[in-house]
T-cell receptor, first 110, second 113 residues
């Protein structure tokens, strides 16, 4: 089993939709749960992260972690065409070295 | 700009060439990383340096050779590469044991012909 599983998509939604992006992981030692966004021909940039279980909100973005089921989610409200990118989940343990999923390609069309 | 600069942005090299990728970070971080990103695959961690010492080497072929002369600079020396090594090579840095946030450069798009 891979350490981090993420559906590569693409996920295509209309502008204004609520988007749900998800990952599952296998390593119980993961403590930090990060989401990176990668635009085409750019390096990934950190979008937000949570520590342990729970929710964290930042503007239109909400990150959610359920450690009991090893399930990570990122919700985007009122999605915009500028949100079109690849979203990578990256849980991390005590070594502080991120382990990345494959990324989900999101397309928001006007 | 992210504070992590990679050069060159694009590189085409033959299988018998020797070339080097360069990464520089201006964030005062003490950990630096090389990742390989191929199409339809997760980011693959190649090397980790913490305080200029290599702390991780994920079974990377010896045709890839990292060098970290100081905490701000990281190199990846390439020799006798194979076409399957064509990928986006990403450098990242972080504050190491303080925080898990990694900051990435723009990457070097490598094509081996």
């Amino acid at each position: 089993q891979k350490e981090v599983e993420q559906d590569p998509g693409p996920l295509s939604v209309p502008e204004g939709a609520i988007v749900s992006l998800n990952c599952t992981y296998s390593n119980s030692a993961f403590q930090y749960f990060m989401w990176y966004r990668q635009y085409s021909r750019k390096g990934p940039e950190l979008l937000m992260y949570t520590y342990s279980s729970g929710n964290k909100e930042d503007g239109r973005f909400t990150a959610q972690v359920d450690k009991s089921s090893k399930y990570i989610s990122l919700f985007i409200r009122d999605s915009q065409p500028s949100d079109s990118a690849t979203y990578l989940c990256a849980p991390t343990g005590g070594s502080y070295i991120p382990t990345f999923g494959r990324g989900t390609s999101l397309i928001v069309h006007p | 700009e992210t504070g992590v600069t990679q050069t060159p942005r694009h590189l085409v090299m033959g299988m018998t060439n020797k070339k080097s990728l360069k990464c520089e970070q201006h964030l005062g971080h003490n950990a630096m990383y090389w990742y390989k990103q191929s199409a339809k695959k997760p980011l693959e961690l190649m090397f980790v340096y913490s305080l200029e010492e290599r702390v991780e080497n994920n079974s990377v072929p010896s045709r890839f050779s990292p060098e970290c002369p100081n905490s701000s600079h990281l190199f990846l020396h390439l020799h006798t590469l194979q076409p399957e090594d064509s990928a986006l090579y990403l450098c990242a840095s972080s504050a190491g044991t303080v925080t898990a946030e990694a900051f990435f450069g723009q990457g070097t798009r490598l094509t081996v012909v």
